[in-house]
């Protein structure tokens, strides 16, 4: 923690700045959790120590719930495990995650009081928990919870009212979790460092968990006593629900200059301009509310993975807004998004190709140019373009996404990692589509047909392969 420091930030409470001048891409610090558990619905496929996704873990004999990598990761977490294993045996099942987060935290706490390491900067304790600022219904089911935790560890020390002050804590402090690629929420965890960094809807910081720990990057130049802030919501969104969003999870009014100037909200609400004129108001709102019913139906046929519904209504949804919402328009960016990756799972990488570069242009006139969801969605689009025989515009995608990626996740990340093997695959078969057009094209017919390639595999020395990367999804 020797880049940064605790200071008053005035009505925003406790807040962290640096102590020197950073550059972009530099790590600020890292952190273990101080607890963190996986979701109940992936407790059988995510490694409960080190959060990566596995095909064939293994079982904890004794509770039958918790799954592991190996005996490696298993013998790493029994310290953590131990008591949690005891208390599933004698309740017969394991509770839900925020309550087996409450519980391992309170473990923690009792055997190692509320601060673990020198360089943590606060105590668990003095987190803040919003109890008063919580809705009825929050509070109810916050009362579920504390009853729920007494019946998982009926022998606690600890009355009802500590209780409802560490659910409180995670309710507004717990940090996702992500697998090993960064595709996929796969837990919850608590990181006192990190909870003192405030949110900012254009932060100058990013956090990436690596390795089982989160790392604070910086996006770009960080001046010294500079505060460090992150986004604690989606860029993507209006200000307006991006505030409601912040004042329901997280119990602040946002007031940052994102925010108080509507910073690019006529970009997310545009309409398209052709000739100079506009389509009418009413025309905007009724494809607008066309497509919130659309978008709410293709996700409904993803969850259900009827594919096939889904490529079909985006295709009608997009042909609605076509003339009337600008390429920047958060509605057909979305439809953009799914469409691009659902058809890339189908094998579809033409028609992909196309809604990923359009997706692409839109979140480039949005995004911080050192957004890590803006370098994943170049790489996805890289990618794409790839498998669509594109090779010039999908090697100069993902060239681009693995300059923003180093940035955003630095070069030990398993995805910048994977991203480097694809961008020198892509490098090696542009030098031969530049070299002989024909002869590319035709190897890499039989390439994807499995059929011999001749004197073009034998100049790539076997490695022109083409394998499908997992990078569409």
Not at 177 to 194: K, T, Y
Not at 389 to 407: D, P
Request: contains cysteine; glycine residues 6%.
């Amino acid at each position: 923690m020797d880049n940064v420091e605790l200071f008053d930030a005035g009505e925003k409470g406790k807040g962290l700045r640096t102590t020197k001048d950073l550059k972009a891409g530099e790590v600020v610090f890292t952190e273990p959790s101080f607890a963190a558990v996986v979701f109940d619905s992936l407790s059988q496929q995510v490694c409960h120590n080190c959060f990566r996704r596995q095909v064939n873990l293994h079982r904890c004999a004794q509770c039958k719930f918790a799954h592991y990598c190996d005996r490696t990761c298993q013998t790493a977490c029994w310290d953590e495990h131990k008591q949690e294993c005891a208390a599933i045996r004698n309740k017969g099942k394991a509770p839900n995650e925020n309550v087996r987060l409450a519980a391992r935290v309170l473990w923690r706490v009792q055997k190692d009081t509320g601060i673990v390491s020198d360089s943590q900067l606060i105590s668990v304790d003095q987190l803040q928990d919003h109890l008063a600022d919580m809705s009825t219904d929050s509070l109810k089911e916050l009362k579920i919870n504390v009853q729920n935790f007494l019946d998982y560890c009926p022998n606690t020390k600890h009355g009802s009212e500590y209780i409802s002050h560490i659910f409180g804590i995670i309710n507004c402090n717990g940090f996702t979790l992500s697998d090993q690629r960064g595709l996929q929420a796969v837990g919850v965890g608590l990181f006192p460092n990190l909870c003192l960094v405030n949110h900012d809807c254009w932060p100058n910081c990013t956090i990436i968990l690596n390795h089982g720990k989160i790392e604070l990057r910086a996006l770009g130049k960080i001046a010294e006593n500079e505060e460090l802030t992150v986004s604690y919501v989606d860029f993507l969104n209006v200000s307006a629900d991006r505030q409601r969003a912040l004042k329901h999870q997280y119990h602040f009014d946002c007031m940052c200059k994102s925010c108080s100037e509507h910073f690019k909200d006529d970009l997310k609400m545009a309409a398209k301009e052709t000739d100079g004129k506009k389509p009418s108001d009413e025309l905007v709102k009724e494809v607008q509310k066309y497509s919130l019913e659309c978008l709410a139906k293709i996700e409904a046929a993803r969850a259900a993975s009827n594919f096939n519904e889904v490529v079909k209504l985006s295709r009608e949804c997009l042909e609605k807004q076509e003339p009337v919402l600008g390429d920047t328009h958060l509605y057909k960016l979305r439809v953009l998004s799914v469409a691009s990756e659902v058809l890339s799972y189908q094998h579809n990488f033409s028609e992909a190709a196309g809604y990923a570069r359009r997706m692409v242009e839109g979140y480039t006139k949005l995004f911080h140019p050192n957004n890590a969801q803006l370098g994943m969605a170049i790489m996805r689009a890289g990618v794409t373009h790839w498998h669509a025989g594109l090779i010039e515009v999908g090697h100069g995608m993902i060239c681009k996404a693995y300059a923003i990626l180093m940035i955003t996740h630095g070069a030990t990340h398993p995805i910048t990692q994977d991203l480097e093997s694809i961008r020198m695959q892509t490098e090696m078969e542009l030098k031969m589509f530049k070299k002989n057009e024909n002869d590319y094209h035709s190897m890499r017919e039989a390439a994807l047909q499995n059929k011999p390639t001749g004197k073009m595999t034998a100049s790539l020395s076997g490695e022109a392969n083409f394998k499908k990367q997992d990078n569409t999804k």
